[in-house]
């Protein structure tokens, strides 16, 4: 049994550079993270500056994950998105030409 699959690709296209432009800012993020946590471990002497250092090396570990699976997310998402295009075009071609003065009517 076959089901409907209904695709907003306008909607689709808007979630793909949102996506996108959040892997980008959470790689930003991580560059920031890793520079600050190093900062930290110079600023501070002893054990609290190593502490302080490996929490701000594993939290830009943890950002730049979250940011490369965001972005392999988007992707995906770009794939599909582009397969649902020629998709639609192909349907689309396959059509032909209403009659002229009749108003297309969506289902």
């Given at each position: 049994?076959?089901?409907?699959?209904?695709?907003?690709?306008?909607?689709?296209?808007?979630?793909?550079?949102?996506?996108?432009?959040l892997g980008v800012e959470l790689g930003e993020e991580g560059q920031l993270a890793t520079a600050t946590g190093r900062?930290?471990?110079?600023?501070?002497?002893?054990?609290?500056?190593?502490?302080?250092?490996?929490?701000?090396?594993?939290?830009?570990?943890?950002?730049?994950?979250?940011?490369?699976?965001?972005?392999?997310?988007?992707?995906?998402?770009?794939?599909?998105?582009?397969?649902?295009?020629?998709?639609?075009?192909?349907?689309?071609?396959?059509?032909?030409?209403?009659?002229?003065?009749?108003?297309?009517?969506?289902?």
């Amino acid at each position: 049994m076959s089901h409907l699959i209904s695709v907003q690709l306008d909607a689709l296209g808007a979630l793909l550079a949102e996506l996108t432009a959040l892997g980008v800012e959470l790689g930003e993020e991580g560059q920031l993270a890793t520079a600050t946590g190093r900062s930290l471990g110079t600023a501070l002497a002893g054990p609290v500056g190593d502490a302080a250092a490996t929490a701000g090396a594993g939290w830009a570990e943890v950002v730049d994950v979250l940011a490369a699976r965001t972005l392999a997310v988007a992707v995906t998402l770009d794939a599909a998105l582009e397969s649902y295009r020629r998709a639609d075009a192909g349907i689309a071609g396959q059509l032909g030409p209403g009659r002229v003065g009749s108003v297309a009517v969506p289902r």
